[in-house]
């Protein structure tokens, strides 16, 4: 059983930087994929960034460049370093981990505001 608790959303200024962070504990080793999703009120939750265990990463179009993912895997920890937010960045952010059977469990979300 996996579980992910995320951490590091709060309030910022547009064009300032957050970083979230995701931990996860319990059956590390069925881990393939850790991504961050979010969701916005009235929106479909949505993938930002994902990295599998070989390090492999992919981002939505609306976070190249900005945003950058990456895997800690001696202190079991995914990242999310985000720069240059922007208003339409806030929303909830979700951590997720998966295999390839599916999900295997989501954190329980933690909310970036990014005041204009």
């Known amino acids: 059983q996996v579980r992910l608790v995320e951490s590091g959303g709060g309030l910022v200024q547009a064009g300032g930087s957050l970083r979230l962070s995701c931990i996860f504990f319990?059956?590390?080793?069925?881990?393939?994929?850790v991504g961050w999703y979010r969701q916005a009120p009235g929106k479909q939750r949505a993938l930002v960034a994902a990295?599998?265990?070989?390090?492999?990463?992919n981002y939505a179009d609306s976070v190249k460049g900005r945003f950058t993912i990456s895997r800690d895997n001696a202190k079991n920890t995914v990242n999310l370093e985000m720069n240059s937010l922007k208003s339409e960045d806030t929303a909830v952010y979700f951590c997720?981990?998966?295999?390839?059977?599916?999900?295997?469990?989501w954190g329980q979300g933690t909310q970036v505001t990014v005041s204009s």
């Open positions: 997720n981990a998966a295999n390839s059977g599916g999900d295997i469990g």
């Open positions: 319990g059956g590390i080793w069925s881990i393939n994929t």
């Open positions: 990295i599998t265990s070989g390090g492999a990463t």
